[in-house]
Nanobody, 130 residues
């Protein structure tokens, strides 16, 4: 019943932009904190950005601060990750994940541990290359 679907990935040149979407099915997204993670080939999955259920707090990893912006549109049951100034090192599969107060809390913090996010989407590929 709880399902997250990512979309918006693709191939883009360095310096370009993409907007990723994470749409929830089977639950009201406004009750969940949403995180974006990414995993490059041969690398561990890492946290990129997150937003609290209320939208009053957000976090972005140092590697993407000033370039990526997370936002949510509860009317569309969707969370977005606007990615500007993309770099080749941003190439990865991007995943969205969710948690609520009953599953590690509905807030967003400086650290993003994988085990704290029980609900995951299937991922969308982002490739930054010239």
């Amino acid at each position: 019943q709880l399902q997250l679907v990512e979309s918006g990935g693709g191939l883009v040149q360095p310096g370009g932009s993409l907007r990723l979407s994470c749409t929830a099915s089977g639950f009201a997204l406004n009750f969940y904190a949403i995180g974006w993670f990414r995993q490059a080939p041969g690398k561990e999955r890492e946290g990129v950005s997150c937003i609290s259920s209320s939208g009053d707090s957000a976090h972005a990893a140092d590697s993407v601060k000033g370039r990526f912006t997370i936002s949510r549109d509860n009317a569309k049951n969707t969370v977005y990750l606007q990615m500007n100034g993309l770099k080749p090192e941003d190439t990865a599969v991007y995943y969205c994940a969710a948690r609520t107060r009953d599953t590690y809390g509905s807030g967003c913090y400086d650290t993003m541990y994988l085990y704290e996010w029980p609900y995951w989407g299937q991922g969308t590929q982002v490739t930054v290359s010239s």
